[in-house]
Structure formats: C-alpha cells, structure tokens
C-alpha cells in the first residue's frame, strides 16, 4: 500500500471543495497473475461497499474512465467503461443532489507492468489498484450527516473520535 498527497490538474476547477486539484489518498496496489489482481480488486470493491452499509453511507458503484485519457484518446476512454477495467465508488451529495467519486478500483491489465518491464515467475504479470480519496469520502460523509459528532452513526463516530 502507499500513502500521500496526490495533485493532477484535469483541465478544470470544480465550484466547491468536491473535487481537490491536491487531496490525500491511500492505495492498494496488486501485481502479481491476472487472477490474483482481479480478485484483489474485486475484494475491496465489496469492503467499500460493506464499509458504506455499516456506515448507513449512500453510495453507488459505476463504470468509470479517467478524465486525462479524454486528451489523448477516446478509445482508452471506452475500452475502460465497455471492459469496465475501472470502476467507481461514489457517494452521494444531497445539498447538490449528485454523486462525487471517493474511491476507484482499478484493473490496470498489463499497462503498468508492461511500461516497467515486470514479469512474474508465473508467466505474464498483470495490476491493478485500488484507490481511496479520504478528502472525497470525508466531505461525503459530512455532506451527509453534517458537521456535528453528535449526528454521526456511532459506527463512524468511533473510528473518527477515537
């Protein structure tokens, strides 16, 4: 896993705190037979959404592209919502009524390991990540129950107020 302060500039500035240009994210990340990595990334598909039931959190899963292929190609852009190689948890806004994406799942193929040259003893190599925005989430989770620790569920009051 790796953590830090991740920055990416997609052209441009959204009106409100939802989307950061700078933000926090933790990452799973997963190398290894193609097996391995699309169970990895469908394992924390299905912890996000346990974490978000738990929480009374009201998110969706989607299929989802990367807004800086948009420049480059459009056919990355369809070939990752058609393969769905990535994939989106969202949460839902209800001040604007909207989703905003917190989280991604990520099945990279041999993308990465391919750029770098990585092989595994097994035969070809494959990765995948999955990545959480805890700015996103946090400002969901607020933008659902509001700012007082009171009106937390008790779930998530724990794990904040520790």
Known sequence: TAIGHCSRNEGFIDDDLTRLQSFLMREIIFVGDELYVKKGCHDTVIHAQDFAEAHGLK??????????????????NTYQ???RTKLELQIYLPYADRWRSCMSFNHNEQTLVGAFNITA???AAYSGCTGYGYDRLAFGILAQYGPKLDKLPESLSALICL
Request: proline content about 8%; glycine content about 8%.
């Open 59 to 76: 998110v969706r899963i989607c299929s989802a592209s990367d807004p800086f292929f948009a420049s480059t190609s459009g056919e990355k």
């Open 81 to 83: 919502s058609v393969a």
């Open 121 to 123: 003893p097994q035969g």
